[in-house]
């Protein structure tokens, strides 16, 4: 009953935003109608599902994870996001990353049988945070190398970003067994293999993406590359050196090379982090790709003051590299302190990372 009146009031105030002018207001509506679209989905875990419909669903550890296969289920596919659910808006909300389920649910799912992709065996790597390159390594890759030793022969569902793409095919998974999905789709599949949590990353399986991923990479010619490099961090990105153009003189003075890892292929910018003995980067997801150094090397990370996130570090220890983190000076603009952010430009110690690399 509850969920046929918030389907009401969504549908009440959609009327509305059609007579009224105002765009501002009309925005308003739109984000009550989503709310009250959210209420009318019901999350639920795996476990509770199971026991809600008196289910026997097969289950086994992965790693350091739990997989479940449900099966019948649909996925419904956002620009940013996916959302796994029976044919009664039930989501499972193993398929929220956060595990904030009821606050994404701003969309709304639409099942039109004739539309519908069916699918025997299948697992979804399009969740939340899951177009990024550093979420999708951690999060997904670890999964996808676990599965693979597991006998899983079914399809994966990922966003069809090209680096996603490139990074599935790298780790050895061939092309007829990905669906790159897109906003809009709805798959129904048979056997959905889901993850427990995707933000658990199994670090030694992130050792065994690592050898695999290498080991399908030619590295015959890596004497070309640099020994000393410097990745550039550039618009359309947040969190950017605002005063590059020094550090780039500084660092050319100690013979690094600059590359800006857009321009480059997954493959290219691997060989890159692979040839170096140090490394000099600022924070962001190409810091993912210190994953690929060797024993022995160095890598340097340049935080702003407001947004400090050493994410590699189980990875670094891992490789048995060194690490430094360059953090700038607090409020070097004079700004209240409530005006920073975490996608806040910055500027780098220059001297501190002259004194950095000198010592080195």
């Given at each position: 009953?509850?969920?046929?009146?918030?389907?009401?009031?969504?549908?009440?105030?959609?009327?509305?935003?059609?007579?009224?002018?105002?765009?501002?207001?009309?925005?308003?509506?739109?984000?009550?109608?989503?709310?009250?679209?959210?209420?009318?989905?019901?999350?639920?875990?795996?476990?509770?599902?199971?026991?809600?419909?008196?289910?026997?669903?097969?289950?086994?550890?992965?790693?350091?994870?739990?997989?479940?296969?449900?099966?019948?289920?649909?996925?419904?596919?956002?620009?940013?996001?996916?959302?796994?659910?029976?044919?009664?808006?039930?989501?499972?909300?193993?398929?929220?990353?956060?595990?904030?389920?009821?606050?994404?649910?701003?969309?709304?799912?639409?099942?039109?049988?004739?539309?519908?992709?069916?699918?025997?065996?299948?697992?979804?790597?399009?969740?939340?945070?899951?177009?990024?390159?550093?979420?999708?390594?951690?999060?997904?890759?670890?999964?996808?190398?676990?599965?693979?030793?597991?006998?899983?022969?079914?399809?994966?569902?990922?966003?069809?970003?090209?680096?996603?793409?490139?990074?599935?095919?790298?780790?050895?998974?061939?092309?007829?067994?990905?669906?790159?999905?897109?906003?809009?789709?709805?798959?129904?599949?048979?056997?959905?293999?889901?993850?427990?949590?995707?933000?658990?990353?199994?670090?030694?399986?992130?050792?065994?993406?690592?050898?695999?991923?290498?080991?399908?990479?030619?590295?015959?010619?890596?004497?070309?590359?640099?020994?000393?490099?410097?990745?550039?961090?550039?618009?359309?990105?947040?969190?950017?050196?605002?005063?590059?153009?020094?550090?780039?003189?500084?660092?050319?003075?100690?013979?690094?090379?600059?590359?800006?890892?857009?321009?480059?292929?997954?493959?290219?910018?691997?060989?890159?982090?692979?040839?170096?003995?140090?490394?000099?980067?600022?924070?962001?997801?190409?810091?993912?790709?210190?994953?690929?150094?060797?024993?022995?090397?160095?890598?340097?990370?340049?935080?702003?003051?407001?947004?400090?996130t050493p994410c590699m570090l189980d990875v670094i220890k891992d490789n048995k590299m060194t690490?430094?983190?360059?953090?700038?000076?607090?409020?070097?603009?004079?700004?209240?302190?409530?005006?920073?952010?975490?996608?806040?430009?910055?500027?780098?110690?220059?001297?501190?990372?002259?004194?950095?690399?000198?010592?080195?």
């Amino acid at each position: 009953m509850n969920k046929v009146y918030y389907l009401f009031l969504a549908e009440l105030v959609k009327v509305l935003m059609c007579i009224i002018p105002s765009k501002s207001l009309r925005t308003m509506l739109r984000n009550i109608k989503n709310n009250f679209m959210a209420n009318t989905y019901n999350f639920i875990g795996v476990d509770d599902y199971a026991n809600k419909k008196n289910l026997s669903i097969e289950q086994y550890s992965l790693g350091n994870n739990r997989v479940s296969i449900v099966n019948d289920f649909y996925v419904s596919v956002f620009e940013d996001l996916s959302y796994i659910h029976d044919e009664n808006n039930n989501i499972l909300e193993e398929c929220a990353s956060l595990k904030n389920s009821k606050i994404l649910a701003k969309k709304t799912i639409h099942i039109k049988p004739n539309e519908v992709t069916m699918l025997d065996k299948a697992v979804v790597f399009a969740l939340e945070t899951e177009h990024n390159y550093w979420h999708f390594t951690f999060h997904c890759l670890d999964k996808v190398i676990n599965l693979e030793e597991s006998g899983f022969e079914g399809k994966y569902l990922i966003f069809d970003d090209s680096y996603l793409k490139e990074l599935i095919k790298l780790i050895g998974i061939s092309s007829d067994r990905v669906i790159p999905v897109h906003r809009n789709e709805v798959y129904k599949v048979s056997n959905l293999y889901v993850v427990d949590d995707y933000f658990k990353t199994d670090y030694s399986a992130l050792q065994k993406v690592k050898s695999k991923i290498l080991s399908n990479i030619d590295l015959s010619d890596i004497e070309k590359y640099p020994k000393k490099l410097f990745v550039r961090r550039i618009k359309p990105y947040k969190r950017i050196i605002k005063n590059e153009s020094e550090v780039i003189e500084l660092l050319s003075k100690y013979g690094f090379d600059m590359i800006f890892p857009d321009d480059y292929s997954v493959e290219e910018q691997i060989k890159y982090f692979y040839a170096a003995d140090i490394i000099v980067a600022p924070h962001g997801a190409n810091s993912t790709n210190a994953l690929y150094m060797r024993e022995n090397t160095r890598f340097i990370e340049c935080f702003g003051f407001y947004y400090l996130t050493p994410c590699m570090l189980d990875v670094i220890k891992d490789n048995k590299m060194t690490y430094n983190m360059l953090v700038s000076d607090g409020n070097d603009e004079g700004k209240p302190v409530k005006v920073f952010g975490r996608h806040e430009d910055y500027v780098v110690n220059i001297t501190l990372l002259e004194d950095t690399i000198y010592n080195l």
